[in-house]
T-cell receptor, first 118, second 114 residues
Framework: AQSVTQLGSHVSVSEGALVLLRCNYS??????LFWYVQYPNQGLQLLLKYTSAATLVKGINGFEAEFKKSETSFHLTKPSAHMSDAAEYFCAVSDFPTANFGNEKLTFGTGTRLTIIP | DAGVIQSPRHEVTEMGQEVTLRCKPI?????LFWYRQTMMRGLELLIY????????DSGMPEDRFSAKMPNASFSTLKIQPSEPRDSAVYFCASSARRNNQPQHFGDGTRLSIL
């Protein structure tokens, strides 16, 4: 079964500084990987996804993530943090699709809470 | 599009009462997922449906929990009887059939069992 590990349950960065949120995955097959963001009292919103195309994936709000097979990583970065980036971020991996269905369930990491220091 | 709609947004009830959470998926989506989020266990998938049929309910914690999807535009998650340890935020999400289309989440129902 696939799994993801998010290193660091809390990350604090200064406004304007680089954001780096770490995610490592475990999978016996080529994975599909996702980053979601959750703002207070809201559901999860998709930031970006990797589905075996380009290894560098660009998402919304200036975020991007790079798939590195050799490191089994899919870290999320943003060059310059903004106050509005304060939220909880979840990395997720999809189970390999079954033959009968075109979609499958996601396995989420435990989340990283990002705090932006003014 | 209206997005995934969940109701109620907040529910406070006493232990032993029946609780029903409701979800309206995005029109045209044929997958529907129910999740539970707690501080201790994070985000857990409880059950998911494809074309209104339950596909995997292995995450449903026990027989007190049940979920139905009587049609493509409505699903319920029921807890009977409720217990304090069921307190959590429950999310519904939906997606389309095409491979790995992202799941769209509702804003959740915050459930408190006293």
């Amino acid at each position: 079964a696939q799994s993801v590990t998010q290193l660091g349950s809390h990350v604090s960065v200064s406004e304007g500084a680089l954001v780096l949120l770490r995610c490592n995955y475990s999978s016996s097959v080529p994975p599909y990987l996702f980053w979601y963001v959750q703002y207070p009292n809201q559901g999860l919103q998709l930031l970006l996804k990797y589905t075996s195309a380009a290894t560098l994936v660009k998402g919304i709000n200036g975020f991007e993530a790079e798939f590195k097979k050799s490191e089994t990583s899919f870290h999320l970065t943003k060059p310059s943090a903004h106050m509005s980036d304060a939220a909880e971020y979840f990395c997720a991996v999809s189970d390999f699709p079954t033959a009968n269905f075109g979609n499958e369930k996601l396995t989420f990491g435990t989340g990283t809470r990002l705090t932006i220091i003014p | 599009d209206a997005g995934v709609i969940q109701s109620p947004r907040h529910e406070v009830t006493e232990m032993g009462q029946e609780v029903t959470l409701r979800c309206k998926p995005i029109s045209g989506h044929d997958y529907l997922f129910w999740y539970r989020q707690t501080m201790m266990r994070g985000l857990e998938l409880l059950i998911y449906f494809n074309n209104n049929v339950p596909i995997d309910d292995s995450g449903m914690p026990e027989d007190r929990f049940s979920a139905k999807m009587p049609n493509a535009s409505f699903s319920t998650l029921k807890i009977q009887p409720s217990e304090p340890r069921d307190s959590a935020v429950y999310f519904c999400a939906s997606s389309a059939r095409r491979n790995n289309q992202p799941q769209h989440f509702g804003d959740g129902t915050r459930l408190s069992i006293l």
